[in-house]
């Protein structure tokens, strides 16, 4: 795609800090984690390693249908199996199915990235750097915040995702949904373009 317009790539930020204050929020949890659904402190870091492996592993294979689908289809696909898993985490009474979970919170997590990548220019430097930043503060208000909620209310750690991502995920979904409609850039205006928007049109 080109030229994409800064509101979509604003949008598409946030997710990446929510993405990232997911993995690293249950961390600080054990206590309170052990307490509602029975995770013992040994798996705790499996908590963590399950997004990760969810995220990690399919980042590729979702870019890889986005480009059949389109962005705005794996965005979609993306922000609902988050939004669900993340809900369905403080629900569950047992360690096992809360793991389940964490590694389908990491699907979607990918499927948000894997069409972020779809929709950002090719070697945005400046981009690059701010989604950096984006993933580094959202890393570190993810541990902030569960080493900082009161026991009792450790479930907003989960539940304050979905409005979060929602919140980005309105505003994208609107200009993706404007983009497909005008079509694709004809190819007097790719020839045009910087090379780099070139190759992130094709």
Known sequence: MVDAPRPLLAAL????FVIAGA???VAPLGEELRAANGLPATLLPWAVIAYAVGLGALVLPAR???????PLAM?????WLFAQASVACTLVPDAEPFLALRAAQGAGAAALTAAALLVVPAHTNRLI???GAMIV????AGLVAG???PASHWRWTFWADVPLAAAGGVTAIRILRVRRRRGPAPAAVRDAAPQPVRDAAA
């Open 13 to 16: 930020a946030l997710h990446q």
């Open 23 to 25: 993995g690293a929020v």
């Open 64 to 70: 890889r249908l986005g480009r059949r689908t389109g």
């Open 75 to 79: 965005l979609l696909i993306g922000l």
């Open 129 to 131: 750097v701010v989604w």
């Open 137 to 140: 503060a959202g890393l570190t």
């Open 147 to 149: 080493a900082n909620m």
